[in-house]
């Protein structure tokens, strides 16, 4: 199911490079088959052409951390605290402060 579900993605990305619901999709595909490495590939060109209110940012740094990129992924979730607070989303700012929170303090 994902991988046509995954070509399918590919192919609008190669008519529409920039399309960032496309991308963002093929991010969530990969998540769904763990392939990690892939995640972040696409969530970091997600995050080039989209102005994210934070939930990528999240997801980025989940799949950073499970790659054992902890510094990376402790930038991503300060990243993905200052867009929820820029639009307005406190309570998934609450959770990515959490989030960031386990890795200061482990």
Same mark, same amino acid.
């Given at each position: 199911? =994902?991988? =046509? *579900?995954? /070509?399918? &993605?590919?192919?609008?990305?190669? %008519?529409?490079?920039?399309?960032?619901?496309?991308?963002? !999709?093929?991010?969530? /595909?990969? /998540?769904? &088959?763990?392939?990690?490495?892939?995640?972040?590939?696409?969530?970091? $060109?997600?995050? =080039?052409? =989209?102005?994210?209110?934070?939930?990528?940012?999240?997801?980025? #740094?989940?799949?950073?951390?499970?790659?054992? *990129?902890?510094?990376?992924? *402790?930038?991503?979730?300060? %990243? !993905?605290?200052? #867009?929820?607070?820029? @639009?307005? @989303?406190?309570?998934?700012? #609450?959770?990515?402060? $959490? /989030?960031?929170?386990?890795?200061?303090?482990?």
């Amino acid at each position: 199911m =994902s991988t =046509s *579900r995954i /070509e399918a &993605l590919q192919k609008m990305l190669d %008519d529409r490079p920039r399309d960032p619901r496309a991308r963002f !999709g093929l991010a969530l /595909e990969y /998540e769904r &088959l763990e392939r990690w490495d892939d995640v972040v590939l696409q969530l970091r $060109e997600y995050l =080039s052409v =989209s102005d994210d209110e934070g939930n990528a940012y999240g997801r980025l #740094a989940r799949a950073l951390a499970l790659l054992g *990129r902890v510094d990376e992924a *402790r930038q991503a979730y300060r %990243d !993905g605290i200052q #867009a929820a607070t820029r @639009h307005g @989303h406190p309570t998934m700012a #609450a959770d990515l402060e $959490e /989030e960031l929170a386990e890795y200061d303090n482990g």
